[in-house]
């Protein structure tokens, strides 16, 4: 079951709520799959951002198990640990474990974040490998309890350059790369994918409109907001 709600703020919030996590991945799954075929269709080519942690990984195996043109897709990254390539917690690493290799997508067309340069260099990188492209076709993110979303936290700059060096991140590691705010906005289309009760406390500050990272990703269309119910707090039931 889907609640479709609309806060009109500054950024235009489309809120949908899942009565499971099964049914919320496979959602999400299928706009994913939509996205592209649109994209493709119109442009020739898919544009797709993705989020890292544990929330999206059910999502990525959906889209593994499920056909479609994968020569056109091209995959870019939100934010990555600066860690080893290979190593167990990097973002990419998840994904391609999950997901891209388990199918075709050309190897050139999956660009991940060269974090294990260190991140004032990979930052600098990132922003070369982004900079023909003006705009993302989707931009898949998450939350963290903190309101944190890619490697923007709190209380730090979200913004200042499209490819961001974060040094003190308050989760290990601390040395990240994450595109920023501003960045991530420059997308038709911004999917949240949230799950759990650990994120009911975000959820609701959020809904306030508090000043989380979250709420400063505000492409022109808005972003939607996919939760499980047990994410949902109850204040706002």
């Not at 990132?126 to 903190?146: K, R, T, W």
């Not at 709190?154 to 308050?170: Q, T, Y």
Request: with cysteine; proline share 8%.
């Amino acid at each position: 079951m889907a609640e479709p709600g609309i806060d009109a703020v500054q950024q235009i919030r489309r809120w949908h709520i899942y009565a499971s996590t099964d049914e919320l991945e496979n959602y999400a799954a299928g706009a994913v799959r939509r996205a592209a075929k649109q994209a493709i269709e119109a442009y020739g080519g898919f544009n797709l951002v993705l989020a890292g942690g544990n929330t999206p990984r059910g999502v990525y195996a959906r889209l593994a198990a499920a056909p479609s043109d994968w020569g056109h897709w091209h995959i870019y990254f939100g934010d990555e640990r600066c860690r080893p390539q290979g190593d167990a917690a990097r973002n990419d690493r998840m994904a391609r474990e999950a997901w891209l290799g388990r199918v075709p997508i050309p190897p050139a067309q999956i660009r991940s974040i060269p974090a294990e340069m260190g991140a004032v260099e990979a930052a600098r990188r990132y922003a070369q490998i982004l900079a023909p492209l003006e705009q993302f076709d989707l931009v898949l993110l998450g939350i963290g309890a903190d309101g944190h979303t890619a490697s923007l936290f709190p209380g730090r700059s979200l913004d200042g350059a499209e490819v961001l060096a974060v040094l003190d991140a308050p989760k290990p590691p601390p040395e990240r790369v994450s595109l920023s705010a501003a960045r991530l906005s420059r997308a038709r289309q911004v999917m949240f994918v949230v799950s759990g009760e650990a994120k009911r406390g975000a959820i609701a500050a959020w809904r306030r409109g508090d000043s989380i990272p979250a709420a400063a990703v505000a492409p022109p269309a808005g972003v939607d907001i996919l939760l499980d119910v047990s994410a949902w707090p109850e204040c706002c039931v």
